[in-house]
């Protein structure tokens, strides 16, 4: 099979979701980008990206000032790219003041992000900085919980973890071999790959 990874690799940009799903299991990302595997996306997705629709519509009306925020210019579905970092993607949201940039990420869910959500909000965070010129130290979440806000300090500790998991995908990517993963039985039976992943050991 020739992968989409394999005609590409000279430029390969990595899609920032990405990011996140590496975190949560590298082998999502061996499967999707370097097998170019698709398989049906469970229902929750669909709901969830209705959902998101929905909440980005009413956070067009919502104001800023809560935030502090009233007086930034506000940069729905951004199309975002670095070639420095190899990485894209199409933040919900990017907020603009004179100083700094704020990305922000619209989630169905009502408990607190994961370590993945947190390090592809902090890449848009990077991108920005170089597209825009501007320093970015923190985003946020919306959450499904009604008006929930979850604020993240994007420190420069987080910004390195971030582009060493950069580094680590490009590797994964150029080694072309099925990585090891320390997913959960938890993890594997709400990942749609659980079909390809036949040398787990699941203790049902
Ligand atoms: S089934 Fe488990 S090991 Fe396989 S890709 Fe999904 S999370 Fe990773």
């Known amino acids: 099979m020739i992968s989409s990874f394999m005609k ?5 940009s990595i899609p920032v979701s990405m990011i996140r799903q590496f975190c949560f299991c590298p082998r999502i990302f061996y499967f999707e980008e370097v ?4 398989p049906e996306k469970p229902l929750w997705v669909d709901q ?3 959902y998101h629709f929905k909440e980005m519509s009413l956070f067009k009306r919502r104001s800023l000032k809560k935030f502090n925020l009233s007086d930034a210019i506000k940069h729905y579905e951004l199309p975002m ?3 420095l970092l190899s990485i894209h993607g199409k933040a919900d949201l990017l907020l603009e003041t004179d100083e700094f940039i704020i990305p922000v990420e619209i989630k169905t869910q009502t408990s607190k992000p994961s370590r993945g959500q947190i390090y592809q909000l902090c890449a848009y965070g990077l991108i920005g900085e170089l597209q825009f010129k501007k320093k970015c130290s ?9 008006d ?11 910004k390195n973890d971030v582009k060493k998991v950069i580094n680590n995908i490009h590797q994964v990517a150029c080694e072309n071999i099925l990585p ?11 990942c749609e ?5 036949n040398d787990r050991n699941f203790n049902y």
């Open 35 to 38: 097998l170019s595997l698709h």
């Open 81 to 83: 790219y670095s070639e």
């Open 138 to 146: 923190k985003g946020f979440f919306l959450l499904k919980t009604k």
């Open 180 to 190: 090891d993963t320390s997913a959960t039985t938890n993890q594997c039976n709400q």
């Open 48 to 50: 969830g990206v209705a």
């Open 148 to 158: 929930k806000t979850f604020p993240v300090s994007l420190t420069e500790e987080v």
């Open 193 to 197: 790959y659980i079909n390809f992943c």
């Open 8 to 12: 590409i690799h000279a430029s390969y």
